[in-house]
């Protein structure tokens, strides 16, 4: 069976990688506007509403009119914008959060692709949250380091075209930034998550962490418990994988870059053995398992293929 698809925004950075990981599948039929009706509203209207998949690859504002265009019930969308993540309904789009989670996409027809910064954070804290490890509404930090091209087209074009572009940039100073409520509530926090966001100068590639004092817990958990939580919560999962203590003591460094090109997340333990301390770091590929590569598996769930199918 041939699935008839148009991503809306496919000349932009998520659209573009969408569209590579896409291409060559005999299973998938694009609608393609060509560059001069990509701006066609009434052109945009008819596409989206002739395919049996959207994939919206916009900004917010335009990402909310394009779904208001779409009256095809069969037409199924996802968002990779921030503008519906916590919207009522829509179904958040990363497949290993819960255990019904990958069912709830394949019933969906509006599907919010998850933020990058995002997909670390809440695979790192949320089973940590619902076993109860974490409270509710623990006060949590998350420090981030993505490449430039999680700033999109603008940044893109200003680390690439500088001779001397800046090696390190912290941004989202006013703890303000936009995933913040995306981030706070699928994790299961009642507090909000203050979000320290930086990127640096390589392209793609991040590095999510979040550190705890294990000892200052009601619970006061081990890193062993912390661990053990995190495994059983991803285990068999074919897309996300939790280290091993062992293999993450022996490290010296995590490179973030390390997943680029994959629809992979590794999370890591490090820490005191001794119960004080850890640093939970997720490694992902901003642009993979961050953006288009959740993408194309939320797409694959949701037309009942094999959720792998252009990703491993």
Not at 182 to 190: D, I, K
Not at 216 to 236: I, Q, R
Request: a negative charge; glycine letters at 12%.
């Amino acid at each position: 069976m041939t699935h008839t698809i148009f991503i809306d925004g496919e000349a932009g950075t998520t659209g573009l990688e969408i569209r590579q990981r896409l291409d060559g599948r005999g299973d998938l039929q694009f609608i393609s506007l060509g560059d001069e009706r990509r701006k066609d509203a009434a052109a945009r209207r008819d596409a989206m509403n002739a395919a049996d998949a959207v994939i919206l690859c916009l900004p917010d504002a335009a990402a909310i009119e394009a779904v208001a265009m779409i009256d095809n019930p069969k037409t199924r969308v996802i968002d990779a914008s921030t503008a519906f993540r916590t919207a009522e309904g829509w179904t958040y789009g990363f497949a290993e959060m819960d255990h019904g989670q990958r069912a709830a996409i394949g019933r969906a027809t509006r599907v919010s692709n998850p933020g990058c910064y995002p997909t670390g954070f809440i695979g790192l804290m949320r089973p940590l949250i619902m076993a109860g490890l974490v409270p509710a509404d623990w006060p949590v930090s998350v420090n981030a380091v993505s490449g430039y091209s999680g700033g999109g087209k603008a940044m893109i074009a200003e680390f690439e075209a500088s001779d001397r572009p800046q090696p390190f940039r912290a941004y989202g100073l006013s703890l303000m930034h936009k995933h913040v409520p995306e981030m706070t509530r699928h994790a299961g926090l009642s507090r909000d998550v203050l979000f320290a966001p930086a990127v640096g100068n390589y392209r793609q590639g991040m590095l999510v962490e979040v550190s705890l004092h294990l000892a200052a817990l009601p619970g006061m958990p081990t890193l062993e418990v912390v661990h053990s939580v995190l495994s059983d919560a991803y285990a068999g999962s074919r897309f996300v994988e939790v280290v091993s203590l062992e293999a993450t003591e022996a490290m010296t460094g995590l490179d973030p870059e390390g997943l680029n090109g994959t629809n992979r997340m590794r999370l890591h333990v490090f820490g005191d053995r001794r119960g004080g301390q850890a640093r939970l770091v997720a490694l992902l590929d901003n642009l993979g398992k961050g953006a288009s590569g959740a993408a194309v598996q939320n797409l694959n769930i949701m037309l009942g293929l094999d959720e792998g199918t252009a990703l491993t």
